[in-house]
């Protein structure tokens, strides 16, 4: 549109009209409005596939006998079921097992004879679809980023209404590029002061679904706000938007600033030279008004938040790593003690350490690699211990590579693997074994998620790496560089 | 999709809380491209130890699970991935109704889409259908409302459009393919719009 016009769909001016950035979004992705009888129509500009979700939604076309309405809005990746070990000397890989591989071998299928473009192997862009996206500049703000997976709301960080989908959704989305949705609530979560040192967007968001609770974002989108997120690097921010879903709800979304626009400018499919800087302006406008009106508030201090572990069975069974975990006496509280094999009250340092995994859409971008590497410098990880580091895609893994970290991480006793989910969710073969503790950077620590009776605490990447070095559970704030040396006074 | 209109029949309690999709059907199970068979791994982990023998004293295990419809679950029930694997586990195991305090988001739409009927009722009515394992229930999608044997009557709330979905088994594919035209429009509104401001 010509510059100094509002464009009504993306600016609210007076308290009245004034727009939150989610009914911003909303608004201008409604193709038919909600009804007492029907949900709304809601446009889906980008839709992100991969091989787990997708196989039974390209059915449903082929049995249809429907096209792919928008293949240009469409991105498939491998990420889940594939093996982070590289090929063997005649190329081949080594699936976990042959329905890995045909899930795999089907995906690349359905994206050749129905015109999506897929990153597969061989792709340099290949990723964890939620590290991908953003990094190739498919996510962009004000977009509805949707994909058949939870931790989809990634890409709510660059100030995009994204979210999770269930396979029937994905099969709808590849037919009419549409879906029916209820317009949810809004929370709106305001962080203010800043984070203190050693303490990252992994214990923030830990410490906040501890706060409101696992279902604490039930029906509900979340805006992050205040000081602390602010500060936040787009990396950092995307750790938080990933983790919206283990409080239940499915979207968490951050105003664009300009860290969004200087993350975005110059990825491929980011637009370029003016059409970037118009659009660079309707972004911006798309931050909450002042005034707009959400239907909860939550507000908490950054001071308040320390290096933060789970102990136990789902995401808000956290603790900051001095604490103790809780006593015993409730079913619930008693059913993850034993599961996780852990004494009511007893304190987590200290706690022995089998395997640590580093890797993820939560953080396994080049920035969580930088400070993994920053405490593996000159250090080894533990004996007892295994350590996994799985970069988020080939991109991170090429950066890494650039910088030398990977040889940090070998040098101490790491294995460095090739891009993928991996250890997240175990499907590939990277398992944790029975009744090992995991220290990992992932975003679940359900019974089994990293493989069947494995025990996960989940952490940022800065504990992981100072727990893989001790073999046990640390403070990450005692594996700081030091502060650069004051004069002594005189 | 079946259609859903009324059900009576036996009560399975599964009382933890939070009961994640991770539990409901685990990951490895994801790797197959159809979701035929996908209900004989339904709790996997609960009902098999890891030699694959059944877990004694699973309730999962009995031989009443199989012939239970309604599946009564502790709060949050269905939280954590978007995998429709796991209505589609509890479908293939023979549940038809999953009835619970709270049902996470992404679960309880994805339950809705495969034709699994997801009931939310109040805590205390809850608390009273989880002290009731084995009993009988009906479930009354026309009336929402389910009814015990002793004559209680408890309504609960559905999506206007997802009711009309389970009673009819209509699939929202064909309302949606029936939006094309207004899809277009939006479509060609929308693209004008941004090469405008691109140029
Ligand atoms: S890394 Fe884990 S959470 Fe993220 S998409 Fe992969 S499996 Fe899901």
Known sequence: MPNGQEDPAVSGQDDAGARTLFDKLWDAHIVREESADTPAVLYIDLHLVHEVTSPQGFDTLRARGLPVRRPDRTLATLD??????????????HYFTPQAKSQVQQLERNCDEFGVRL??????????VH??????GATQPGMTVVCGDSHTATHGAFGALAFGIGTTEVGYVLATQCLLQRKPKTLRITVDGRLGQGVGAKDLILHIIRTIGVNGGTGHVIEYAGEAIEALSMEQRMTVCNMSIEAGARAGMIAPDQKTLDYLRGRPLAPRGEAFEAAAERWLALRTDPGAEFDREVRLHADDIAPTLTWGIDPGMSVPVTGTVPAGGAPGTDRALGYMGLEGGQALLGHAVDIVFVGSCTNGRISDLREVASVLQGRQVAAHTRMLVVPGSEAVRRQAEAEGLHEVFLAAGAEWREPGCSMCLAMNGDLVPPGKTAVSTSNRNFEGRQGPGARTLLASPLTAAACAVAGKVVDPRDFLPAPAPKREAA | MDAFTTLTGQVLVLPEENIDTDQIIPARFLTATSFEG??????????YDREGQAVPGC????????????????????CGSSREHAPRALLGFGFRVVI???IADIFRGNSQNVGLLPVVLPEAVHTRLLAMDGEELTVDLEACEVRTPGGERHAFEIDGFARY?????????DFLLAQDQTITRYEERHERQDSAAAG
């Open chain 1, 131 to 136: 590290v991908m996206g953003p990094e190739i």
């Open chain 1, 80 to 93: 889940h079921s594939t093996p982070t070990t590289p090929p063997d000397a005649n190329g081949e890989r």
């Open chain 2, 165 to 173: 979905c389970l009673l009819n088994g209509m699939d929202r594919l």
């Open chain 1, 119 to 128: 990153e597969g192997w061989g792709s340099q862009q290949r990723g964890i």
């Open chain 2, 100 to 102: 619970s305090s709270e």
């Open chain 2, 59 to 78: 309730v999962l295990n009995e031989p009443r699970a199989a012939q239970s419809p309604i599946l009564v679950a502790g709060r949050n029930f269905g």
């Open chain 2, 38 to 47: 996908m209900g004989d791994h339904a709790f996997a982990d609960w009902r």
